[in-house]
């Protein structure tokens, strides 16, 4: 088992920034791919970012391109996401997820169905 929790959210106004955190504990953190995925109310949950178990390789989603930015700690057994420029489009409940790297190929991450454990989530809100 891997539980992760995310932390980092919050309301800020359109433009601002926020840096999402989610700490793993568990099983060995640098043998998962990690991402961020996004609820909206009303909206199915997508896919926001990825990076591989090593940080070797990273995916955007074009919505976030450019504004977005994933990292990970693997001595701290954390993954980040550094949110710049937000709008209110960025609205929404963000999670992390864990993939079994031996299991799932980079190519794969964009696929919520790819990742085994899940974070509870973390409000982000931008005002207008």
């Known amino acids: 088992q891997v539980q992760l929790v995310e932390s980092g959210g919050g309301l800020v106004q359109a433009g601002g920034s926020l840096r999402l955190s989610c700490a793993a504990s568990g099983r060995t953190f640098s043998n998962y791919h990690m991402g961020w995925f996004r609820q909206a109310p009303g909206k199915e949950r997508e896919f926001v970012s990825a990076?591989?178990?090593?940080?070797?390789?990273?995916d955007y989603a074009d919505s976030v391109k450019g504004r977005f930015t994933i990292s990970r700690d693997n001595a701290k057994n954390t993954v980040y996401l550094q949110m710049n420029s937000l709008s209110p489009e960025d609205t929404a409940v963000y999670y992390c997820?864990?993939?079994?790297?031996?299991?799932?190929?980079?190519?794969?991450?964009?696929?919520?169905?790819?990742?085994?454990?899940w974070g509870q989530g973390t409000q982000v809100t931008v005002s207008s």
């Open positions: 990076i591989t178990w090593s940080g070797g390789m990273t």
């Open positions: 997820a864990a993939a079994p790297s031996l299991l799932v190929t980079s190519l794969l991450l964009r696929l919520p169905t790819k990742y085994r454990y």
